[in-house]
C-alpha cells in the first residue's frame, strides 16, 4: 500500500520546486522530505523526479503520479471539509489573499473574526497582482476586478461607492473646488499601478458619464500611502468610502464635492477555487464579510 503522505509530500516538492523549500514549508528537514521521496520512487520502482544542483524535472512517470497524487489531495481535502461540516466547528487554518489598499479595511475585521472564532488562525497575503489561488493554496481572495479563472466563484460582498475627500489644511491653503472640472486647477493625489496611471476621475451627470483629467505631484500605488498624504494636506483624493470612515469620523479628511456624483467602484468580491464541500471557516468568513461590509 502506498502511503498517502509520501504522495502529498512529492507534490508539495513539486509545487515548491525544489526540496529545501518543500522542507520549509512542511517545517521539516529536508533530509526527511528526500527519504519520504525514496520511500516513495522505491514503493512505486521507478524515478518520479530527476534531481540536479539546479532544479528538479519531472519524469514522464512523475507527471502522470503527480496529476493522480493532486487528485488524493483533493479527495483527503473533500472528506476534510465534510467532516468539519458535519461536526460544524468553525476552525482551521484560513489563508486569504487581499490587495494592499484593501488592508484598512480587511485587517481590522480580520481581527474580530478570530476574536470570534478562536479555533481559526489566519496568513494573510498582500499583494496587488492577482494570485493563482488553486496553485498558492489560497481559500480566500478579496477583489474588485473581474475573474480571469473560471474555475473560480465570485460572491458578491458589497458595493464600492467612492467619495472625492482632503485635508482640512489642504482646502484652507487651496480653496475649495465648487465643480468637478474645478479640481484640474488642484492638487491631486493619483493612483497608479503596474504603468497605468489613473488621472481620469469619472463623474455621472443628468447626460451621462464625463472624465476629469486631474494633476498632481505625488502618485502611487498604494491606496493607504494616499490616504496618508491627503490627511498631511497633499492634495484632493479620490477614494472608496469604506476606506477612510475612521479619517472621516475624525475629521481628518472632509468629503468635497458632495453633489457632484460619482461613478462607483467596482464592487467587492470574494473569490474562492469552485469545490463540492466549502470550508465552514471559509463560508463563514465570508457572510461575516458580507454582513460587515454592507453595514
Known sequence: MLNPQHLAIFSTIVQAGSISKAAAQLGCGKSVVSR????????????????????????EIGEIVLQEARLI??????????TDQYQQQVRGLLRISCSNAGRKL???LIAEFTQLYPQVKIS????????????DQIDLAIRVSPLPDSSLVA??????????????????????????ADLSAHACLIYENGGRVYDEWTFIDEEGSYKVRVNGAIQINDGSALVTAAVC????????????TEELARGELVQILADCKLMPGPPIYAVYPARDWLPLKTSTFI?????KLQD
Open 36 to 59: 519520504q521521496l525514496a520511500r516513495l520512487e522505491t514503493d512505486l520502482g521507478a524515478r518520479l523526479i530527476q534531481r540536479s544542483t539546479r532544479r528538479l524535472a519531472l519524469t
Open 73 to 82: 489531495e483533493q479527495s483527503l481535502t473533500s472528506i476534510e471539509q465534510l
Open 106 to 108: 480587511i485587517v481590522p
Open 124 to 135: 494573510l497575503s498582500l499583494e496587488d497582482q492577482l494570485v493563482d489561488l488553486i496553485a
Open 155 to 180: 460572491r458578491k460582498l458589497a458595493e464600492n461607492p467612492r467619495v472625492v475627500v482632503a485635508a482640512p489644511s489642504y482646502l484652507k491653503r487651496a480653496g475649495i473646488p465648487d465643480t468637478a
Open 233 to 244: 494636506g497633499a492634495g484632493i483624493l479620490l477614494i472608496p468610502a469604506k476606506v477612510i
Open 287 to 291: 457572510q461575516f464579510l458580507q454582513e
